[in-house]
Each structure stands twice: as C-alpha cells, then as structure tokens.
C-alpha cells in the first residue's frame, strides 16, 4: 500500500460541498494533471470548459434532471470530446476521416481519461467530486448554450469542491466477474451478480438507514432505461460525427 493506491481504492462520489473557494493555483494544478491524461497518438481531441457564469450553471442543472450540486458545487468543468481542432489544423487530412466512429471513439476516449485524471488529482489535494452525465439529456442545448462548433460533444461535467458528506465507498462487482484470463468466460457469471445483489442491497439498505433495499441488477436496469437519450446519436450525425 502506498499513499496514491490509499487514495484510488478510497474513491467515492462526492456531491456536496462547503462553501470553501478552490485557489485559483489549485485549479490550474488539476487542469495540468488532465493535460497529462494518456491520448490517442497525442491527438489531445478534447475541450474543458471551466463554467462560471450562474445563469448558465442554472440552465445544466435543469437539463441534468434537477442535480443541485451542478449549480453549487465551487468548480464545475464541463468535459468535451473535441476533433475540432484536428479538422481546423491537422495537416493533409481528408476531413472525412472524422466522421468516422474510430474518430468518434478516440476524442470519447481522450476526453474521458482526461476527466478521470482531473477527479484524481482534485481528491489528491483534499477535494471530492462527481460527474455528472446528466447534460446529455439535451445535449444539443449544452452545445447552443457554449456556443460549441460542430465536432464538439459536451459528454460530461465534472462538479469539485471541499467535501460536505462522506457517503462512504460503493462496492464493486466481484473482481473474478470483471476480469477474464485468455479467454472470454462466464461460467460463474449469474454466481457473482447474485452475490453482488446481496452485496449492493445490504449497502443500499444501511445507506438509506433501511428505507430502500435495492438489487444491482434492479437498480442499473431502471436507471438505464430511464434514460434512453436517443437524442445523443441524432445530435453526433448532425454536428458530423459517426458519419460512417
Ligand atoms: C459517465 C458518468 C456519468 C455519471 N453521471 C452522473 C450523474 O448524472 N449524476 C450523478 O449524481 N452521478 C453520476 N455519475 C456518478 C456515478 O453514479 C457513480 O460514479 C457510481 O454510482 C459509482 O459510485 P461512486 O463514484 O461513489 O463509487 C456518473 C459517473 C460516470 C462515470
């Protein structure tokens, strides 16, 4: 065990915090460490967008579904996968080639590890965080909103600050039903999602001090439908991503 392991294995959503301002250094810091993201052949094909302006916080957190921690939480920086600035400046490219879904998975890729790599560094320096996919339930109005060209996709914010509450850590499922060895093999597969049912109702059922007991499998395939958000697809085509 190490100090950066401690802190990996400790993750847990945050959603409110105090009232405590984040120094600007401090800001500048996590946005270097984001920089630092691993990328697809350096293409670096994502924004961060740093919101500020309270009208417009006001207008995310409605179209995220009511998510109070979007308008106060102290940072919030919105996440984009960008190949905008390769079509602008990348040398003898035939732009098509960005509208392919190879193209579409590098800047998704790009934009998420970037985003991960940012939460870390904010819960190195003592801050906690969420993401907030919640956007995408009008993604185009995100876009309008931020005046975003085409082949910019606002796919998620990511809402820091000094933690306010301790919901402590969420289990996972069972190593074993994650990772595979040579071969792709789900004998013991309906084995571990039981044993990660019980798991994640007893864990439901002490974090809402007995009111909810809820089942993995019951819990993500309610969530998962409730938000189909077709919408997201008809968006990429028409801003020119997943042409082909
Ligand atoms: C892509 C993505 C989108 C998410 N969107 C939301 C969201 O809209 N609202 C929210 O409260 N949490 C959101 N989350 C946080 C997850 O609910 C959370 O990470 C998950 O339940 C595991 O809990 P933990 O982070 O506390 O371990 C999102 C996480 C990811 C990776």
């Not at 990660?196 to 993995?216: I, L, V």
């Amino acid at each position: 065990m190490n100090e950066t392991m401690r802190l990996l294995l400790d993750h847990r959503s945050i959603r409110k915090y105090t009232d405590e301002i984040i120094p600007p250094e401090m800001i500048e810091t996590i946005l270097k460490a984001a920089q630092m993201a691993p990328t697809s052949s350096n293409y670096q094909s994502y924004s961060i967008l740093e919101v500020k302006d309270p009208e417009k916080r006001k207008i995310l957190r409605d179209i995220s579904g009511d998510q109070e921690w979007v308008e106060k939480a102290p940072l919030v920086l919105l996440f984009m996968a960008d190949l905008s600035r390769g079509r602008d400046y990348f040398e003898a490219i035939d732009t098509e080639i960005l509208g392919n879904t190879e193209s579409f998975t590098v800047a998704v890729v790009d934009a998420a590890l970037a985003m991960e790599k940012a939460l870390i560094a904010a819960q190195s320096l003592g801050l906690g965080g969420v993401i907030v996919g919640g956007i995408r339930n009008d993604v185009a109005r995100v876009a309008a909103l931020f005046d975003m060209p085409s082949l910019v996709f606002p796919m998620a914010l990511l809402c820091l600050g000094y933690p306010a509450e301790d919901p402590g850590t969420k289990p996972r499922l069972p190593l074993s039903e994650v990772l595979h060895v040579d071969r792709y093999d789900v004998r013991d597969r309906q084995r571990y999602i039981e044993a990660y049912n019980e798991e994640m109702e007893a864990y439901y059922f002490e974090r809402t001090q007995g009111a909810k007991r809820r089942t993995w499998t019951r819990h993500s395939g309610k969530s998962l439908m409730a938000k189909d958000r077709d919408a997201v697809g008809y968006f990429l085509r028409r801003h020119g991503f997943l042409k082909k």
